[in-house]
């Protein structure tokens, strides 16, 4: 229960280091903007010309078509930017002076990341703008009990993949937000299972129980209920698999560290 409680205050702090973030950010004026790219929809508004309004998807090509231009490469660009390069063009083609156009995405496709595993809600999310890892987690409803402390980014790296593991309990334990990164279109997201032991014989709620970090055979015991008036902490037992996988009996002390996977067994006391 306190290592519960720790951890809620340590969540509540780290809450409190993104608001601060999210302050300093607006004061310094840094606006988030996407750039576009192929599937997305666009909603065009030219002030004063409603014959100009219209709806646009860009294309595999990444161009949109907007009338008396044609079709403009847009790939790669902010709104802003692409409201820049319309406004060039109507001018240099004399079609309009100082024309005002704004541009709205409607929706984002091809700007998603895909999040994936124990999280609330898995799927794939828009990315609008700047967005930083535990953001995307925050979308996808958060980690579920179940879910690990470590979260596993992939993401293309040119012509391969590369694998990052974020340890996000020692980001929030630092207040170091430099390995909350910045996620990037396709990037792929991952929660994995949290470590589990298994714990049977002589205690009060034998089964699998989330393993937590540093946790030692007393406190696995604890969290099984401890022991029923036949059990004895005397020879305690892990079974546990090796490097190559191959099956050991232990005998532990109660300050021993249990490890992923462990199965600790209790013996029934003979006196």
């Not at 925050?138 to 980014?153: F, H, K, R, V, W």
Request: no cysteine; charged share 25%.
């Amino acid at each position: 229960m306190e290592n519960i409680m720790k951890k809620g205050r340590l969540l509540i702090m780290f809450l409190a280091l993104l608001w601060i973030t999210g302050i300093a950010n607006a004061a310094t004026g840094e606006k988030k903007e996407s750039v576009l790219g192929p599937g997305d929809t666009l909603k065009i508004f030219v002030f004063g010309q409603p014959d100009m309004t219209t709806e646009v998807k860009v294309s595999e090509a990444g161009n949109i078509t907007f009338p008396l231009l044609g079709e403009i490469f847009v790939d790669g660009l902010t709104p802003s930017e692409a409201e820049r390069k319309i406004v060039k063009l109507l001018e240099s083609k004399d079609i309009l002076r100082k024309p005002q156009v704004n541009i709205i995405t409607a929706s984002l496709q091809s700007q998603m990341v895909s999040v994936l595993g124990y999280v609330r809600n898995q799927g794939r999310y828009p990315i609008e703008g700047k967005r930083r890892l535990t953001e995307i987690l925050a979308m996808a409803g958060g980690i579920i009990p179940d879910g690990a402390e470590q979260i596993t980014l992939i993401r293309s790296n040119g012509s391969k993949y590369v694998k990052d593991i974020i340890d996000v309990l020692e980001m929030i334990r630092s207040g170091d937000l430099n390995r909350d990164l910045n996620i990037r279109s396709d990037d792929l997201v991952y929660v994995e299972r949290a470590p589990r032991f298994y714990i049977y014989g002589e205690v009060q709620r034998a089964g699998v129980y989330k393993l937590e970090r540093n946790m030692t055979v007393m406190q696995a015991l604890s969290v099984g209920g401890g022991l029923t008036q036949r059990g004895t902490e005397r020879g305690l037992r892990i079974q546990r698999r090796g490097e190559e996988g191959n099956l050991q009996i232990l005998t532990v002390k109660s300050s021993d560290l249990v490890e992923p996977d462990d199965v600790i067994y209790i013996k029934e006391s003979l006196f």
